[in-house]
């Protein structure tokens, strides 16, 4: 895959496409100029062609995926109200995760006997330690079966981002309640406010477990969370001057005392465990102290002092985490004039509102930068893109919640093969996340290797082929029923233009879906009539399981073959 030669490429800036139409052009893209991107616009509002192709790389990169439904609903919006409408997340918490688990070899008196098949486990603490693989794998499998329903909404890719953002690891932790509580934070704060939210995670069961801050004295100060809160939360470790050893000291005898009920999964103060002299900055933080305190309001009135404290280095927090959000929505690298026009513009608009989250993705999301097209087709898909984005877009049809062991099963299914694939929601590699977000200089392209690229081939295969069963249910791609959703299947030109639409983010040039068209849908013939007549032979008798049989083997052939290009792993 030559990825210079997809920036070379730009888009028609004329009046939206109509169905068929491509909507690339093959003029040359602004030239890749030494050290940066060659872009040049900023967060000014987008004002440009409102067309699919626009639409699905708002919705690939705010979600998992971009439906021909979707795409539909949207294009009929202003891309302003688009991208309010995706910001704007009413929708409750999902239904909690299910006890779908078989529990031979359980404790006879634990408590997690008493909840029903079928029924949720997440408010009743189990006392077996054997149970917590289980709630795990039901809370992990749930979670992906979220993404697969997600809403019109960012909010479920907010949650991942914010996972990976404050990783904790469910196999150190090993906690179901903890799990899913965590995720219930992370979702109810995701478009909230980041001070906030770095105040709850600080006090979450699964990070003070994972992070050991309910191990932490005053007698034994312990500076894991300490040194993570300023290096990967808030900070991070790239500015000159930063916090230094004396920092994380400080900050980790502030955190002292807090402690976890493990009998009823609850986080209170000890403040027989807590450090109640002062404690002292280094001069990043111009030598302040923090009053230490022996009452039982001491941890949250030092908490509270500790963020101030670090907020108040307002620069190097808001531009950490703009950074972050533009690598996550936008793209890997940062060159001097997205430094300069996007991201200390948004960190400055994130200190001016106080902190708050969807104002600055709305900004964003809304500008010129975003929609640029060297902003556009240039990352490769995590492996949840990937493997939820491809069940989404296909409509792939889960069991349904009647039948709670096939569907839980089949989200197994997703969730392992992307755990296959490097990307094991619950489970990052470490601390500081999936090193595709962070890992210098390649990022993004570390999804990517002989290992995980002939996985992704083989489950796009599996699925477009075979298909997958499991407790008597099946995930198979319908390649007639995809193409029955597009708005003019029986014009192979169309055909293949709208699938593209939907399934790429970079163009095949006009040879090359010549060529497709004639090999696989129009079996070495010159007139497109050899596929019309044949999709029109299927509808006209949808009984006919000859004319079926034609349309479906070709169409599979067809979209077997796109999932196999390179172009496929870019979103």
Known sequence: MDRRAFFRQTRKTGPPATSGENTYATQPRPAIIAGGRGIS????????????????????????????????????????????????????????????????????????????????WVNTHALDTDVEPLRIQSWKNWWVGGMLRQERSITEKMVLFWHNHFATETAIY????????????????????????????????????????YLNSGYAPDENYARELQELFTLGKENNPNYTEQDVLAAARVLTGWRINL??????FDPAQHDAKPKKFSSFYGGASISGGSDATAGDTELDALLDLIFGKAVEVSEFLIGKLYRYFCYYTIDEYTKNNVIQPLARQFR??????????????????????????????????????????????????SQPDQQYALWEFIRTQSGDMQQNPGDPPGVSGWPAYYQLPVFHEMWINSDTLPRRNTFSDLLILNGYTREGAELKIDPVA??????????????????????????????????????????????????????NAHINNPNDKVAYETVFNRLQALYKYFMNLAEYQLA
């Not at 409408?85 to 070899?105: C, W």
């Not at 006879?108 to 029924?119: I, K, S, Y």
């Not at 009998?263 to 209170?268: F, I, Q």
Request: charged content about 20%; glycine content about 6%.
């Open 41 to 120: 616009t900023g967060l000014d509002p987008y004002s440009g062609p409102w067309t699919p192709n626009e639409v699905a790389h708002l919705l690939k990169r705010t979600g998992f995926g971009a439906t021909q439904p979707d795409i539909d609903h949207f294009i009929n919006m202003t891309p302003d109200q688009a991208v309010d409408a995706l910001l704007q997340d009413t929708s409750p918490l999902p239904a909690p995760p299910l006890k779908v688990y078989d529990t031979d070899g359980i404790d006879g008196g634990d408590p997690d006997l008493t909840v029903a098949h079928g029924q949720t």
């Open 174 to 213: 090993n906690n179901g309640i903890y799990a899913y509580r965590h995720y219930s934070l992370l979702r109810t704060q995701a478009l909230g406010n980041f001070k906030q939210l770095v105040r709850a995670v600080t006090l979450d069961l699964a990070m003070l477990r994972y992070l050991d801050g």
């Open 263 to 268: 009998a009823d999964d609850t986080v209170y």
């Open 352 to 401: 001016e509102n106080g902190w708050n989250i969807k104002p600055i993705l709305a900004t964003l999301l809304k500008s010129e930068h975003f929609f640029d097209p060297l902003s556009q087709g240039c990352l490769i898909k995590s492996p949840l893109d990937f493997l939820v984005g491809l069940c989404r877009e296909f409509n792939v049809v889960f069991p349904d919640s």
């Open 482 to 535: 995809f193409a029955g959703t597009l708005p003019n299947p029986a014009d192979p030109n169309a055909l293949i233009n709208d699938s593209l639409a939907i399934l790429y983010r970079v163009p095949l040039s006009a040879a090359s879906r010549d060529s497709i068209k004639k090999q696989l849908l129009l079996s070495n013939q010159v007139q497109d009539y050899y596929w019309s007549n044949a999709w």
